[in-house]
């Protein structure tokens, strides 16, 4: 186990995980991996460093960028700002396409034709 003493983050000692070429690869705290441009969900109230805000819990994030570092997701939070967020505390945004929208308020008897 890895204390960091400035934050007192915890993590396992194979927690960072890397591909073949090397790079790190981030996981959310489901265990989905993340990418740049991804669109994540945030799972617990955030106190914002230096202010009195608050991110709150199911606050959408979209276009995340990777950085290295202990807060290794770099992004833009409507009403707060640029910010740096820790993977453990987000979550992969599930994306409905239009298309599951649509076909998720349709019923078998809108679909079936009328018999007069």
């Not at 003493?5 to 070429?21: F, L, M, N, P, V």
């Not at 799972?43 to 460093?49: F, G, M, N, Q, T």
């Given at each position: 186990?890895y204390?960091y003493?400035?934050c007192?983050?915890e993590?396992?000692?194979?927690?960072?995980?890397?591909?073949a070429?090397?790079e790190?690869?981030?996981?959310?705290?489901?265990?989905?991996?993340?990418?740049?441009?991804?669109?994540v969900?945030?799972?617990k109230?955030?106190?914002?460093k230096?202010s009195s805000?608050?991110?709150?819990?199911?606050?959408?994030?979209k276009?995340?960028r990777?950085?290295?570092g202990?807060?290794?997701?770099?992004?833009?939070i409507?009403?707060?700002?640029?910010?740096?967020?820790?993977s453990?505390?987000v979550?992969?945004?599930?994306?409905?396409?239009?298309?599951?929208?649509?076909?998720?308020?349709?019923?078998?008897?809108s679909?079936l034709?009328r018999?007069?």
């Amino acid at each position: 186990m890895y204390i960091y003493t400035e934050c007192a983050h915890e993590w396992a000692k194979d927690a960072e995980a890397e591909t073949a070429d090397g790079e790190k690869v981030v996981r959310d705290a489901v265990g989905n991996v993340l990418s740049d441009g991804n669109t994540v969900t945030v799972i617990k109230d955030l106190k914002v460093k230096g202010s009195s805000s608050v991110v709150k819990v199911g606050t959408k994030v979209k276009g995340i960028r990777l950085v290295d570092g202990d807060h290794d997701i770099d992004c833009k939070i409507d009403g707060i700002g640029a910010m740096k967020l820790k993977s453990q505390f987000v979550k992969k945004a599930e994306h409905k396409s239009f298309l599951h929208s649509a076909v998720q308020g349709l019923t078998l008897g809108s679909l079936l034709p009328r018999i007069p």
